[in-house]
């Protein structure tokens, strides 16, 4: 089980969307979430002449749709300049965070390394786009040098989710239960998410790839969900396949999610029109069961 911890979070200009300043209790660095209209005022402090790792964030929406992060990491020995030039430079972030020590005891070594650390911890995350033109090597550090870097590493590691970045989390992959125990008759039991389905997400990550991903799913849903319905928007307006969902994993750093499923999903042979169901009842996710997705004989005939 993980360790209980405290953060100190310092809400420097009374406003929780700007400059924050973030400590845990018994650690040696400071982090600092500054967003990219605000850097020109702030980025006079005093931590910002210091060495230290940092992160370029922003959300976009990839090319069928879909939520995703686009990071960038860096490591400087002088953050004042490094962010500045990244500020005239670079236009696609809007969030910066970054990592000193209050010893200033990191030098380029260590800020070398962490950032070799976080860029190797978020490869294989699909819902990330990595910015960085190169990738480091990692660098040599003594068995002591190691040992301290590495704790600082997992304490900035703790502190990221917090402030609203989860890219670096490890990956929990959740399993559905066997198919067979869903199929109960009679079963009222959530175990189908029906997903908006826009034409080129549909025939591309549905059809092509068989997921679909940057879904907003309840924590209560995640273990029981069997299944995804996919509802196809004007001009169909139609729920017409489903598949049987392999396995579920974190999207991004956005709390969303991705589905994979086993193999092709399977086109009904009965769709599911909208018929006489209020405007917008599919703009979003909705849960349900498999049994009453094929009985269903209008979109309203879905719900539990």
């Known amino acids: 089980m993980p360790s209980p911890y405290t953060l100190r979070i310092f809400v420097a200009e009374g406003d929780p969307e700007g400059l924050r300043v973030v400590e845990r209790v018994g650690w040696t660095g400071r982090g600092l979430v500054i967003p990219r209209d605000r850097w020109s005022e702030v980025k006079g402090r005093p931590e910002l002449d210091r060495a230290g790792v940092y992160i370029l964030v922003v959300e976009e929406t990839d090319e069928i749709g879909q939520d995703r992060s686009v990071l960038y990491i860096g490591q400087t020995e002088a953050l004042r300049w490094r962010v500045d030039n990244h500020e005239a430079k670079k236009d696609f972030w809007s969030r910066v965070i970054l990592f000193v020590s209050n010893s200033n005891s990191l030098n380029r070594a260590h800020v070398t390394w962490l950032e070799w650390a976080l860029i190797n911890r978020i490869k294989g995350n699909d819902g990330v786009v990595l910015a960085n ?172």
């Open 133 to 304: 033109g190169n990738v480091p090597n990692e660098p040599n550090l003594d068995e002591f040098e190691k040992a301290d870097t590495t704790a600082f590493l997992d304490d900035l590691l703790s502190i990221l989710p917090l402030v609203g970045l989860r890219a670096f989390e490890p990956k929990k992959v959740i399993k559905p239960a066997p198919v067979p125990t869903l199929l109960a008759k009679g079963t009222s039991d959530i175990d189908t998410i029906v997903v908006p389905a826009q034409p080129e997400g549909f025939a591309t990550a549905y059809l092509g790839e068989h997921a679909w991903w940057a879904i907003r799913i309840a924590q209560s849903k995640l273990d029981k969900l069997k299944w995804c319905a996919a509802y196809q928007v004007s001009p169909i307006s139609q729920i017409t396949h489903i598949a049987e969902i392999d396995r579920i994993e974190p999207y991004g750093d956005s709390g969303k999610y991705k589905l994979f499923f086993k193999g092709s999903p399977v086109a009904l042979e009965h769709p599911v029109p909208y018929g006489a169901a209020p405007s917008g009842v599919m703009q979003a996710p909705r849960y349900t069961t498999r049994q009453k997705v094929m009985s269903a004989k209008s979109v309203m005939d879905i719900n539990l």
